[in-house]
């Protein structure tokens, strides 16, 4: 009867012991990407940092992992940070992870990613301001390198992290 019962106990817990790890990534196309591989073995960048050896023991001697941008900005220097990338890269979805879409029905969201995405085809000059007053992205207007237009994003504090909401 033992015999049975430890072999019906590791029947079970063999399914639990073929469970591979799954791989959080972003794809080159900014999508995200879940995989039993690697993520650099399929050319994306996981989105999760590497583990801290055990033997570590302060931050500093962590390994760098990837932007935190890709999960939320924890201070505006990350909101500066992606705010860059969408404007050198002309992609407005990268400035629309960076906003606490709450309260927006969709058909405002669109419409404000078809503003942004007009707005991140404009030079970029300098992205001013700081958390309680919010950011500017001064840009200049194209084919007058004399006017400058600002679109201000309020930044709010939500679950840890800082976000935008869309300009006005």
């Known amino acids: 009867m033992k015999r049975v019962l430890v072999l019906l106990l590791l ?3 063999l399914p639990a012991a073929a469970q ?6 972003v794809g080159t196309d900014g999508r995200p990407v879940f995989s039993d591989q690697q993520c650099t073995s399929i050319g994306a960048t996981s989105i999760m940092p590497p583990p801290v050896p055990a033997a570590s023991s302060s931050a500093a001697d962590a390994p760098a992992g990837p932007s935190t941008g890709l999960l939320c900005a924890k201070d ?3 909101l500066r940070e992606g705010i860059a990338q969408a404007f050198a890269n002309r992609d407005a979805n990268r400035i629309g992870g960076l906003i606490l879409w709450n309260g927006y029905g ?3 969201a669109v419409e404000n990613i078809r503003n942004m995405e007009a707005l991140v085809h404009q030079p970029l000059l300098a992205v001013e301001g700081n958390e309680a007053g919010g950011l500017d992205a001064v840009t200049s207007r194209p084919g007058n390198d004399a006017a ?3 679109a201000h994003f309020s930044v709010v504090r939500d679950s840890g992290c800082l976000w935008l ?3 006005a």
């Open 20 to 25: 591979t790890t799954i791989h959080r990534c």
């Open 106 to 108: 969709s058909g405002g």
């Open 11 to 13: 029947l079970i817990a």
């Open 148 to 150: 400058t237009r600002r």
């Open 76 to 78: 505006v220097a990350g």
């Open 165 to 167: 909401r869309p300009p």
